[in-house]
């Protein structure tokens, strides 16, 4: 089945630094991918729809200049969290479609639980 | 905007037995889907079931059912025949149709303990 992988797992970084995630779609085309943060016992909440070969798309509240989002091929996006400061240690999702929907289900990475020291 | 509400944040049934989740929604859309997602401790979300707004027909997978009342906007999710494995954050979830490309508005989950 269609698989989507999220790297990495884990990420302890220093405030200050930047932490890249990526987010593969392994063996489908993902026109539209979905990145999503959740905190803990919470829901998840979006931050931003990326398109390939466009910009992305962000959800009100949420910088676009500190969640740098690229999504350069059909099977690849990654979020970059510039400056990071303790209050972005959370847990980050990506979801991954093609874009049709109902009968396309969305396909989630496995996460990425990000500490800000 | 539409909103997703599920107003029970735990619950837990014995193994064996029946549970049902509520859901909630608003939306002044007549075109949309209607999801639930499983978040076991791993984090990984997995689909359970989903549901086409038109079609009246409750949908169906396995031990999973949903009750969809479209004038209600309610969407609750039966499991029956509860499993241990059956723990997890269970989710709802709303897409519109048409071509807002797949963009899915989570409610706030119902942690569930199946109790051996």
């Known amino acids: 089945g269609a698989v989507v992988s999220q790297h990495p797992s884990r990420v302890i970084c220093k405030s200050g630094t930047s932490v890249k995630i990526e987010c593969r779609s392994l063996d489908f085309q993902a026109t539209t991918m979905f990145w999503y943060r959740q905190f803990p016992k919470q829901s998840l909440m979006l931050m931003a729809t990326s398109n390939e070969g466009s910009k992305a798309t962000y959800e009100q509240g949420v910088e676009k200049d500190k969640f740098l989002i690229n999504h350069a091929s059909l099977t690849l996006s990654t979020l970059t969290v510039t400056s990071a400061h303790p209050e972005d240690s959370s847990f980050y999702i990506c979801?991954?479609?093609?874009?049709?929907?109902?009968?396309?289900?969305?396909?989630f990475g496995n996460g990425t639980r990000l500490t800000v020291t | 905007a539409q909103t997703v509400t599920q107003s029970q944040p735990e619950m837990s049934v014995q193994e064996a037995e029946t549970v049902t989740l509520s859901c909630t929604y608003d939306?002044?859309?007549?075109?949309?889907?209607l999801f639930w997602y499983k978040q076991p401790p791993s984090r990984q979300m997995i689909l359970v079931i989903r549901?086409?707004?038109?079609?009246?027909q409750n949908a169906t997978e396995n031990r999973f059912s949903v009750n969809f009342q479209k004038a209600a906007k309610s969407f609750s999710l039966k499991i029956s025949d509860s499993q241990l494995g059956d723990t997890a954050m269970y989710f709802c979830a709303f897409m519109m149709g048409g071509t807002s490309g797949s963009r899915l508005t989570f409610g706030e989950g119902t942690q569930l303990t199946v109790n051996p």
């Open positions: 549901q086409e707004a038109y079609k009246q």
């Open positions: 939306t002044s859309e007549n075109n949309y889907y």
């Open positions: 979801s991954a479609g093609t874009g049709g929907a109902f009968y396309s289900p969305l396909h």
